[in-house]
Each structure stands twice: as structure tokens, then as C-alpha cells.
């Protein structure tokens, strides 16, 4: 059974820090994401890494901000987000692909539950 099990999502104060995690079982994925969506607004991609090399990508909004890494032992992808600001309130979600899986949502197969993260002014 496929299984994308997030945690980590809170309330905190704008230039706070929070680490999501996203562990994976079932089986292995070509890519790992996580997207982030707000109340009344599109699904947004916000980093993906690949698991075998370890490659990762950012949307500009997160760059110098945010970093996904991930544990092979654990088979745990994380997203390290510092210096958070009001505007990355979200709902955030884990997701998995195989090959050529990007910045799409249509791209990932496999969805976590999502976790919410609120940032305060």
C-alpha cells in the first residue's frame, strides 16, 4: 500500500522556522514535491527533489528560504522553511511521480494528506 504520511505544519510568527516531513512507504518514487495551497487559490508548486541523486528545485518565491532534503534510510522527504513569511500560509502536501514528474500537480500520482502551516505577522 502507498502511503505519503506528512507532519510537521504549525502556526508561527513571520521569520520563524518550520520542518514538514513527508514519509513515504509502499514503494520507491523517481521524484518527491511538496505543493502548498492556500484558501481560494490554485495548487502551487513549491519544491521537488529526486530521490536517487538527490537533485533538487525551487519556485522563486522559496529560494534562499527553503530547503527539501530527504533521508534514504527513513525514507523521508523534508522541507526545511526558514524566514517564513504571511504569504506561505497553506495548506502544504507532499507528493510523489516517476519519471518527468515536475512542477505540475497532474505530474505527482501519489498525495499526502497535507498539513497546515500559518504564519503570523
Known amino acids: 500500500q502507498v502511503q505519503l504520511v506528512e507532519s510537521g505544519g504549525g502556526l508561527v510568527q513571520a521569520g520563524g522556522s518550520l520542518r514538514l516531513s513527508c514519509a513515504a512507504s509502499g514503494r520507491t518514487f523517481y521524484a518527491v514535491a511538496w505543493f502548498r495551497q492556500a484558501p481560494g487559490k490554485e495548487r502551487e508548486f513549491v519544491s521537488h527533489i529526486i530521490w536517487s541523486s538527490g537533485l533538487s528545485y525551487y519556485v522563486d518565491s522559496v529560494k534562499g528560504r527553503f530547503t527539501i532534503s530527504r533521508d534514504n534510510a527513513k525514507n523521508t522527504v523534508y522541507l526545511q522553511m526558514n524566514s517564513l513569511k504571511p504569504e506561505d500560509t497553506a495548506t502544504y502536501y507532499c507528493?510523489?511521480?516517476?519519471?518527468?514528474?515536475?512542477?505540475?500537480?497532474?505530474?505527482?500520482?501519489?498525495w499526502g494528506q497535507g498539513t497546515q502551516v500559518t504564519v503570523t505577522s
Open positions: 507528493a510523489a511521480g516517476d519519471g518527468g514528474a515536475w512542477r505540475l500537480p497532474s505530474e505527482y500520482g501519489y
